[in-house]
């Protein structure tokens, strides 16, 4: 008995000391990791709108209609005096678990751009998605997130047939379009109400 | 000193984890896609290994024999932690493109076999020098697999597009396949050196 309890007690020190210099660390990297993750959201937005200005968070306007794909984060691009677009930062399950992209969709209903911000995948196989070196249509130097931008919400959106699948990893390439797609439908939904009555949303001082 | 040296040379050649004691495989295997991968990977195993490998050894006279695992894991748990949020603050690239392999490091049998059967019988001096031969052994051997399956398979070399334009990747090398087959190459690799290392000893001592 005084055997297991010692046992118990030297376990118990070191637990505690790692998770004391474990706390040490987190404190110290948090602020960054946050930086970080802040810097490569606005990189995006900005890289998918180029002529943005600010940015207004309408993420409790957007509804995903599909129970797996959530909608992190949704803002309404502005440009010098009106709106250019609807962003949606929407997560959803792929191929090695969650993956995160940022949708800009246009007031045209098209897809003005899409970025991977998170993707477990295989590196060399799914994560080429994320790849800026990989190309699905390689004359062109088109990536797997890049062939979307353009791309009107009416298309079929069907890999392997309007998208063009990444080798070997058809379960990932399915999600991600799954997951842009939602994302580009609830937004253009969304903005159909707003552009109908453009004048009052936007003068209307947010 | 000699012991010392020949400690350090085990990990790089005699007993290189990968080639020679085979462990730690399926994460070596799976990140080896990129050169970049392998450096990122190797350099976290190696700083996991050495801090790991030095704290148990440093306590190795107060950690009781019947708990020695359980705390083993946490020590080498919380180094794992520290890496993985330290890549994430600062290299969040490279983060991003390994995955859950860096987590995994805790489950990897190269530290917890080092730890078990080197750093808790050993003093200070000779477990630094086993874990950074060990760690160094893991490296090249992770950036060699990269360079060939990176070079024959994507055409690149850390990114950078080395082989001609027209020259097109087969795509056998980054799948797992051509893992295995560079792998197996260099093992056969490693064992000639070993045996060419062991005879020109034997000779210098006939001399």
Redesign the interface.
Same mark, same amino acid.
Do not use: C, R
């Given at each position: 008995m005084k055997g297991i309890a &010692?046992?118990g007690l030297?376990?118990a020190i070191?637990?505690a000391a790692?998770c004391a210099?474990?706390a040490v660390?987190?404190a110290i !990297?948090k602020p960054?990791?946050e930086a970080?993750d802040q810097i490569?959201l606005t990189a995006s937005l900005k890289e998918i709108f180029p002529e943005a200005v600010n940015f207004e968070d309408v993420t409790d306007k957007l509804v995903s209609k599909d129970a797996n794909i959530k909608f992190l984060n949704a803002v309404l691009v502005k440009g010098e005096n009106a709106p250019i677009g609807v962003a949606v930062k929407a997560a959803g399950p792929s191929y090695?678990?969650q993956a995160t992209l940022l949708v800009g969709i246009t007031l045209q209903r098209s897809i003005a751009g899409v970025r991977v911000l998170?993707? &477990?995948? !295989?590196? @060399?196989?799914g994560?080429n998605a994320?790849n800026p @070196?990989y190309f699905v249509k390689k004359a062109e130097k088109v990536t797997f997130p890049g062939q979307f931008t353009g791309k009107y919400l009416t298309d079929a959106f069907a890999v392997k047939e309007d998208v063009i699948a990444i !080798?070997?990893s058809t379960i990932t390439s399915k999600s991600l379009t799954k997951i842009i797609k939602t994302a580009g439908d609830s937004a253009a939904e969304w903005l159909e109400t707003v552009t109908a009555d453009t004048s009052a949303e936007t003068t209307g001082g947010k | 000193m000699k012991s010392l040296w020949k400690t350090f040379k085990q990990g790089i050649i005699y007993e290189n984890p990968l080639l020679m004691l085979m462990i730690g495989l399926c994460s070596a295997l799976?990140?080896t896609?990129?050169v970049s991968?392998g450096i990122g990977m190797g350099l976290a195993m190696t700083f996991v290994l050495l801090f790991s490998e030095i704290v148990i050894s440093l306590f190795r006279k107060? =950690?009781?024999n019947?708990?020695r695992i359980? =705390?083993f894991i946490?020590?080498i748990?919380?180094f794992t *932690?520290?890496v993985d %949020?330290?890549m994430?603050?600062?290299f969040?690239e490279l983060s991003?493109?390994? $995955?859950?392999?860096i987590p995994l490091i805790v489950v990897n049998c190269i530290i917890m076999g080092r730890v078990e059967a080197f750093a808790s019988k050993q003093s200070f001096l000779p477990v630094v020098f086993d874990s950074l031969g060990m760690g160094i052994g893991y490296t090249w051997v992770l950036v060699a697999i990269a360079a060939f399956r990176e070079i024959l $398979?994507?055409g *690149?070399f850390a990114?950078i597009q080395v082989m001609p334009g027209n020259f097109q990747p087969i %795509?056998f090398f =980054? %799948?797992p396949p051509g893992g295995f087959l560079v792998f197996g190459l260099l093992t056969s690799f490693n064992i000639w050196l070993k045996n060419r290392m062991a005879k020109s000893e034997k000779a210098k001592e006939r001399a």
């Open positions: &010692k046992l030297v376990l070191f637990a790692a210099s474990l660390v987190y !990297t960054q990791i970080q490569a090695g678990g998170e993707l &477990k995948d !295989t590196p @060399g196989l994560a994320n @070196g !080798t070997a | 799976a990140v896609s990129s991968n107060v =950690i009781p019947s708990a359980p =705390i946490i020590i748990a919380a *932690t520290m %949020l330290v994430k603050a600062y969040p991003k493109s390994m $995955g859950v392999f $398979g994507n *690149t990114g %795509l =980054i %799948l």
